[in-house]
């Protein structure tokens, strides 16, 4: 057996709900069985990033790639992996499109194809060790930024082109360089780890895998903007997060790296944590500090921006986790590293989050530019269950939807925005023939009527009034006036509204019925549902050739409208039934179909 | 007497006490105590307000603004297992509708709702970020992924 392995375990959240602690904790225990203890370490990782396959496990220096491992394997990966050399075949990863097992993690195309700078660490490194992040290059970018002036490294900065990964893309050095000018003797710097967003987790991905990059980050930032103090504000449904974070400040304050005259430079900078109580508005940067400041979040109107007036009306500047966490690569690997990755205006990498309909649901890093194709086809692994694509959603509650023919789309800030969506935090969620757009976009205004904070008059009644409007239509009683009643509805609401979250409301109604506005007519004009989701539109019917006459349909339909034995062929009565679906999901022999 | 007195204070109060003095040289500490006064008491009662407010001199009038702001706050006691279902945009293509639509049905509760023998309470959350297992839910910020309406109860069973 090769000496000196180590054994990376991810025990993310999702991994750790899929029982990574007990496979850890069997893992340990076998090692120690066969007197391997010496040679093998088992690593307690951040997120991999392949939660659909979770969990997962790396053996290094191999690089082997074991997934959806369960407590019984351990035995046979320690006996056969560890201790003969010999690969666990069962457990490898297999390629959906080529059917191809991946001998190593660099194989398999989901890795082979990223770019990692943020998630450079992330499920390879301990995140609760200190050690560990300093071993891999960590807190080399501060000691380089301390060498240079305040000044120098907000020009550094923007020459690298990074541009704010939270959602608006606005330039990271320009944002830096208005807090550094302006006056004032007390300044903050915030990590907005408020990720609100359904369907984005990268935050999280780097929060729980390596919070030290984001301590890095601010640290870098502050010390260029001339900040004493910074707060990472983190949605409290990210528990696991707060307590990487809690535990890598406590290491950085006892390491030096936090605290006063930190490496003797003379620079000092405290940073604390804020857990977030739940408002979606509060990832607005003034809501955000009105959280902190222990009121409302209500956004507040800009000017004054908060480089001038922000947390306790000093100059504050804001910015994501992901955006921190690559502050530290650019300063410690230089400009023009950093550069070579991305597109003319948009630089660098960027971390998606591909859930939905997909084969290989997790988070993926890839340079700025990659097309739409690359990334859901070549990494993601294209749709599940060998259906159809239809859309894929970017941008969260802010996005819009895009359909087939845009895949080859360049994702960059610039192109996606001139196509109705926005990069948005990253969330690509994949929909299928079987996703009704309708009903997409009904539920992404009732996200955003749910979480609008109730301050403008137009996101608060004109985004009610436009989930009305949806509802009525995927129950079959929309006109074909109210497609035009939406748009006019979204305009105001994006022209009249304060902040972000009213501004971008309507894009997703916007963007459906650009793209998918014959959905919307078939639900109108034919009361039909193309996909067969909105119950009001559809009706069941049994398909008489794939029903074997089992009778279960009949037996669960809670109205008793089933009729049929053993010889005549089981019908629903249409006029009785109640669309419960019962009958549907009983089935085995999926001869209950939707019509 | 000694033992009487004590008898009359209540520990709850102790350490929601303890907390607002933690909290006494930080700025803006209205919402971490809150938080933890939820975590010490489950809830926050009108007494628990009151309390805050009076230490802290601050209007409960604008306490209560700011804990019905926040959808992490309850005004109201909660059941023994607090049951999120995640509806985010990930678990709605991946059927979470499904997946609440069982648990209403078989707990008899809807959002917001506690069941009669104080065993669950059922809150709807917008995403908790797990959402590579969709559909989700978490209990007592325990995520369960991947679940499907028949693998619910053999779940909810493992929470008394």
């Given amino acids: ?595 | 007497m000694g033992t009487a007195c004590e008898n009359l204070v209540d520990p709850k109060q102790l350490k929601l006490d303890e907390v607002i003095i933690k909290y006494r040289y930080e700025n803006g500490p209205l919402i971490p105590i809150l938080q933890e006064a939820q975590e010490v008491y489950g809830y926050l009662s009108v007494h628990v307000l009151k309390h805050i407010s009076k230490v802290m001199r601050m209007p409960l009038a604008k306490i209560y603004g700011v804990v019905t702001f926040y959808s992490q706050f309850r005004l109201a006691p909660v059941g023994r297992n607090v049951i999120n279902v995640c509806l985010g945009t990930a678990c709605h293509v991946r059927g979470g509708a499904k997946i609440l639509e069982t648990i209403e049905k078989d707990l008899k509760i809807k959002d917001g709702a506690t069941t009669e023998d104080g065993r669950y309470t059922l809150e709807i959350v917008a995403c908790i970020g797990a959402c590579g297992l969709a559909p989700v839910i978490a209990i007592n910020s325990e995520v369960h992924g991947r679940l499907s309406p028949e693998s619910l109860a053999g779940i909810l069973a493992k929470y008394e």
């Fill in chain 1, 1 to 595: 057996m090769a000496e000196n392995q180590r054994i990376l375990v991810c025990a993310g959240t999702g991994c750790a709900s899929s029982g990574a602690h007990k496979i850890i904790g069997v893992l340990r225990a076998e090692v120690m069985r066969q007197g391997l203890g010496d040679n093998v370490s088992i690593v307690s990782t951040g997120c991999h990033g392949f939660c659909e396959q979770g969990p997962t496990l790396i053996i290094e220096p191999q690089q082997t790639l074991y997934t959806l491992v369960k407590e019984e394997d351990i035995p046979e990966i320690v006996a056969q992996d560890l201790m003969e050399g010999k690969l666990v075949e069962r457990l490898l990863y297999t390629d959906p499109l080529t059917k191809k097992p991946a001998t190593t993690f660099a194989n398999a195309n989901f890795f082979a194809k990223q770019v990692r700078v943020v998630l450079k660490n992330c499920g390879f490194i301990d995140p609760e060790r200190i050690e560990d992040y300093v071993e891999n290059g960590g807190y080399k970018g501060l000691a380089n930024a301390l060498k240079m002036s305040s000044d120098e490294v907000v020009e550094e900065v923007k020459k690298s082109g990074l541009r704010g990964r939270g959602g608006a893309g606005f330039p990271t050095g320009l944002k830096w360089g208005f807090c550094r000018n302006s006056p004032g003797d007390k300044k903050y710097v915030i990590c907005n780890a408020d990720e609100g967003d359904p369907g984005a987790f990268m935050d999280r991905g780097v929060l729980e895998g390596d919070p030290h990059s984001v301590i890095e980050g601010m640290l870098i930032g502050a010390y260029a903007i001339g900040a004493d103090e910074g707060y990472v504000y983190c949605r409290a449904e990210y528990p696991l997060a707060i307590k990487h974070m809690e535990i890598a400040i406590a290491q950085a304050e006892k390491a030096g790296y936090l605290g006063d005259n930190i490496l003797n430079s003379g620079f000092s900078f405290h940073l604390k944590i804020r857990a977030g109580a739940g408002a979606f508005v509060c990832g607005e940067e003034t809501a955000l500090m009105a959280s902190i400041e222990g009121r409302r979040g209500m956004p507040t109107v800009r000017p004054p921006f908060p480089a001038q007036s922000g947390l306790w009306g000093k100059p504050t500047n804001i910015n994501n986790v992901e955006t921190w966490s690559s502050v530290p690569h650019i300063l410690s690997n230089g400009v023009e590293w950093y550069t070579q990755y991305g597109t003319e205006k948009s630089k660098g990498t960027k971390i998606f989050a591909l859930t939905g309909k997909i084969n290989n649901t997790g988070l993926v890093e890839v340079p700025m530019g990659t097309t739409l194709r690359d990334i859901l086809f070549d990494i993601g692994g294209g749709v599940q269950n060998g259906k159809a694509f239809k859309a894929v959603q970017i941008g969260g509650p802010s996005g819009g939807c895009l359909p087939d023919e845009m895949l080859d789309l360049q994702v960059d800030y610039d192109t996606l925005t001139k196509a109705g969506a926005m990069v948005g935090s990253g969330g690509l969620v994949v929909m299928d023939e079987t996703t009704c757009m309708v009903d997409i976009a009904r539920f992404f205004l009732d996200f955003s009527q749910k979480e609008s904070c109730g301050k403008c008059t137009p996101c608060r009644e004109g985004n009610k009034r436009m989930w009305d409007i949806l509802d009525r239509i995927t129950k079959g009683e929309g006109k074909i006036e109210d497609l035009d009643t939406l748009e006019n509805l979204a305009l105001v609401i994006k022209e009249t509204s304060l902040c972000g979250l009213g501004q971008n409301s309507p894009n997703p109604v916007l963007a459906t019925l650009k793209y998918f506005r014959p959905e919307f007519e078939a639900h109108i004009l034919e009361h039909k549902c193309p996909a067969h989701v909105c119950p009001a539109l559809l009706s069941y019917s049994i398909d008489e050739e794939k029903c074997k006459k089992c009778g279960l349909c009949a037996k669960n339909c809670p109205v008793e409208c089933i009729s049929g034995d053993k010889k005549t062929p089981y019908k629903i009565d249409e006029a009785a039934c109640i669309k419960c679906g019962a009958c549907e999901e009983k089935c085995k022999f999926d001869a209950v179909i939707r019509v």
